[in-house]
């Protein structure tokens, strides 16, 4: 260590810490990222789509909202704000000027993630080559538009800050909480939501309709007729044991999400799912 007792030196040594440091951040914030489907939301739906770049439709009964470009682009993309306005979107569900963001970017799950995982999604996504394609504008009915009326429905529907661990659950069950809950944010699709666009929280995860497309339960009542072997196979291949394949949403959640987490992520959201009441579907 004679090297070190050179300020120079010193400095470099420390300076490349700190880089290995952001970039390790980075590779985990990219397993952040599949683990909570920005991918999907935020990728126009055609063939070679740059991804993070936005366009993603995202049709509602309040209009059609577009998933915006997340890449560093200083205009086009969030490549303006400080790691502060990412937090606040995440946390607060509000924009770096203060004016809310609307639900249909599910941060009533993500504000649940813990400040480790943000901060490295965050890296990650600082790292994607900016791109310029300009977000494009939501489509929503007059009143829809105004977003001060989002603060009304987060009064009734919203409750910030990071999931707690509870003490009485194992580690594995809390994991898969975690991911369930708040990186995968399965309950924005999987359960019912009431004329305000509230989820009905009696019913999490008792499956949900989305326009023309039935979102099946996924508590007890559905997953006890499959093993977990069955049940992993459908989240690595989006194929069932009996040859059928999963819907194309479900498919590129499975493409881009389930099938890229680790054996021991799967398992714990198995055993989590497993846990919950089993919900009779919806109208039973």
């Not at 790691?83 to 979107?89: C, G, N, P, T």
Request: net charge positive; glycine share 8%.
């Amino acid at each position: 260590m004679a090297l070190l007792r050179s300020p120079a030196a010193a400095g470099l040594f420390i300076l490349l810490l700190a880089f290995g440091a952001a970039a390790q951040d980075a590779k985990r914030g990219e397993y952040v990222s599949k683990a909570a489907g920005c991918l999907g939301c935020h990728t126009e739906e055609k063939k070679d789509a740059t991804p993070y770049a936005g366009g993603r439709a995202l049709k509602t009964p309040f209009g059609t909202f577009f998933g915006p470009n997340i890449t560093p682009h200083r205009e086009a993309g969030i490549g303006a704000w400080s790691e502060a306005d990412f937090l606040r979107a995440m946390r607060e569900g509000r924009r770096p000027d203060g004016a809310n963001l609307f639900p249909a970017f599910p941060y009533p799950s993500f504000t649940r993630m813990n400040d480790a995982d943000l901060k490295d999604l965050w890296a990650y996504l600082r790292s994607l080559p900016a791109n310029a394609t300009p977000s494009k504008p939501h489509e929503l009915g007059f009143f829809y538009r105004w977003r001060f009326l989002v603060s009304i429905w987060k009064w009734f529907f919203f409750t910030p800050g990071p999931m707690v661990a509870d003490a009485a659950k194992s580690a594995v069950l809390n994991r898969g909480a975690y991911l369930v809950q708040a990186m995968g944010h399965c309950g924005e699709c999987h359960t019912p939501r009431n004329f305000l666009g509230g989820p009905k929280e009696s019913r999490f995860l008792g499956g949900a309709k989305l326009g023309e497309t039935a979102v099946p339960n996924i508590t007890p009542t559905r997953l006890k007729k499959v093993s977990d072997a069955e049940l992993k196979e459908l989240l690595r291949t989006a194929t069932t044991s009996d040859g059928d394949v999963l819907a194309e949403s479900m498919s590129e959640v499975v493409r881009n999400t389930t099938s890229q987490l680790t054996e021991q992520d799967l398992d714990a959201m198995l055993a989590y799912l497993r846990s919950l009441p089993a919900l009779p579907d919806e109208g039973k």
